[in-house]
């Protein structure tokens, strides 16, 4: 019988001194989640294959370079209040959800583009002043003249 091949780091076995396949020992350090790499079965720099899945803009994580859940760094601007665009939880263009309430023609406050208290802009116009000029009778008797 012959003797077996000498191992080497490269015949995709953990052999010889080798800590893991092809690595470790008298080869090159093992791939590790943790050494600032993308090696091994990783798909991307410490991430993905046997280590953690990597960050994604969907994953309903605030990770990676993100300054919110799944917005921010490398994903897309996270929501505000005041950025013109209806998004995040807001249920109007920066109002509701968590901004402050939307504006309606009926919520007693001037508010939106109303000129007045929920009238005007885009509520219905507002009315106009009527001078109501009214007579009070103190006369006790008065009642007497009034027609049924």
């Known amino acids: 019988m012959g003797s077996a091949p000498a191992p080497t780091c490269n015949d995709g076995i953990k052999n010889g001194n080798e800590t893991g396949v092809d690595c470790g020992g008298s080869c090159a350090p093992c791939p590790t989640c943790n050494d600032g790499i993308k090696n091994g079965n990783e798909t991307g720099i410490d991430c993905g294959g046997s280590c953690t899945p990597c960050p994604t803009c969907s994953d309903g994580i605030k990770n990676g370079n993100e300054t919110g859940i799944d ?9 505000t209040c005041s950025d013109g665009i209806k998004n995040g939880s807001e249920t109007g263009v920066d109002c509701g959800g968590s901004c402050s309430p939307c504006s309606t023609c009926s919520d007693g406050i001037k508010n939106g583009n109303e000129t007045d208290v929920d009238c005007g802009g885009s509520c219905a116009p507002c009315g106009t002043c009527i001078n109501i000029s009214v007579e009070i ?8 003249f009034l027609e049924y």
């Open 137 to 144: 009778n103190t006369d006790p008797y008065a009642w007497r």
């Open 71 to 79: 917005c921010g760094g490398s994903c897309s601007p996270c929501p």
